[in-house]
T-cell receptor, first 115, second 113 residues
Framework: GAVVSQHPSRVICKSGTSVKIECRSL??????MFWYRQFPKQSLMLMAT?????????EQGVEKDKFLINHASLTLSTLTVTSAHPEDSSFYIC???????????FGPGTRLTVL | SQELEQSPQSLIVQEGKNLTINCTSS?????LYWYKQKYGEGLIFLMM?????EEKSHEKITAKLDEKKQQSSLHITASQPSHAGIYLC?????????????FGKGTLLTVNP
């Protein structure tokens, strides 16, 4: 159990376009999912907390109009990078908690490259 | 917010050798999590520690949390090439409500055959 999937695994897009990344909990329901971003040779930076049925909570310095999060069901959260620019190129990873008080389980990540 | 310092930043060992990775916090840790990551992939959960003095083992990996709950160590016995990767410690940043995790910068482990 506790499998989290992401789609796509890799995406290359042109500057100015929008990209949607999906995060799914495959065998459990997740009222809360977390979106992280990772630059090469750096740690994970929490971007936002995705809450099912309500607005996401963004970390300081993260533009909510730039990174749109939708958590429409208990098994799906989406992150849309709007009007992407080369500086948005990064590795995006989502996570969810299977059990209250338990660890976070992470998806395999999405490598975004903006040309 | 929580700041986690990991040491060393990178480590190269010969297969069969033991090694230790450390994770130190500036604040009391309500929950400490160890993960392993291969480059360009997601994180694999290893162990979770919550009580002062707690120690857990899985196969050849042992993790400990000190009594003061501000430092954790990950010890690998008789390392193998399959142990290679980036080891990350993460801490509950919410005062114990198990909400979101903050991560250290990671330790890159290379195991030479």
């Amino acid at each position: 159990g506790a499998v989290v999937s992401q789609h796509p695994s890799r995406v290359i897009c042109k500057s100015g376009t929008s990209v949607k990344i999906e995060c799914r909990s495959l065998d459990f329901q997740a009222t809360t999912m977390f979106w992280y971003r990772q630059f090469p040779k750096q740690s994970l930076m929490l971007m936002a907390t995705s809450n099912e049925g309500s607005k996401a909570t963004y970390e300081q310095g993260v533009e909510k109009d730039k990174f749109l999060i939708n958590h429409a069901s208990l098994t799906l959260s989406t992150l849309t990078v709007t009007s992407a620019h080369p500086e948005d190129s990064s590795f995006y990873i989502c996570s969810a908690r299977w059990l209250a008080g338990g660890p976070l389980f992470f998806g395999p990540g999405t490598r975004l490259t903006v040309l | 917010s929580q700041e986690l310092e990991q040491s060393p930043q990178s480590l190269i060992v010969q297969e069969g050798k033991n090694l230790t990775i450390n994770c130190t916090s500036s604040k009391t840790l309500y929950g400490l999590y160890w993960y392993k990551q291969k480059y360009g992939e997601g994180l694999i959960f290893l162990m979770m520690l919550q009580k002062g003095g707690e120690e857990k083992s899985h196969e050849k990996i042992t993790a400990k949390l000190d009594e003061k709950k501000q430092q954790s160590s990950l010890h690998i016995t008789a390392s193998q090439p399959s142990h290679a990767g980036i080891y990350l410690c993460g801490a509950d940043d919410s005062g114990g409500s198990n909400y979101k995790l903050t991560f250290g910068k990671g330790t890159l482990l290379t195991v030479n055959p």
